[in-house]
């Protein structure tokens, strides 16, 4: 069971100061709990992720030249 220390506390599963979360099993807990040492820290459930979003695009068309192809072509010259 998780819990949370009121108090400093010192055994055989460490050494805690107060504000510090840990394990212990249901018994040693419930002692802690029943004496003032620490409080049960209920344990938030996992929330379930978002779906996703997935989006449509629209197909288009391969182009033919780039802009720096079309760029490099020399133009034509007008007639006068």
């Given amino acids: 069971m998780k819990i949370k220390l009121v108090t400093r506390y010192s055994g055989p599963g460490g050494t805690f100061k107060p504000g510090d979360t840990a394990e212990f099993d249901a018994d040693a ?6 004496g003032g040492y620490a409080v049960r820290v209920d344990e938030p459930k996992p929330k379930a ?5 997935t989006y449509e695009t629209k197909a288009t068309e391969p182009r033919t030249q780039t ?9 034509a010259k007008r007639k006068r």
Avoid at 49 to 53: D, G, H, L, Q, S
Avoid at 67 to 75: E, G, L
């Fill in 29 to 34: 807990a419930a002692d802690l709990i029943d």
């Fill in 67 to 75: 802009a720096a192809k079309a760029a490099a072509k020399p133009k």
């Fill in 49 to 53: 992720k978002p779906a996703a979003k």
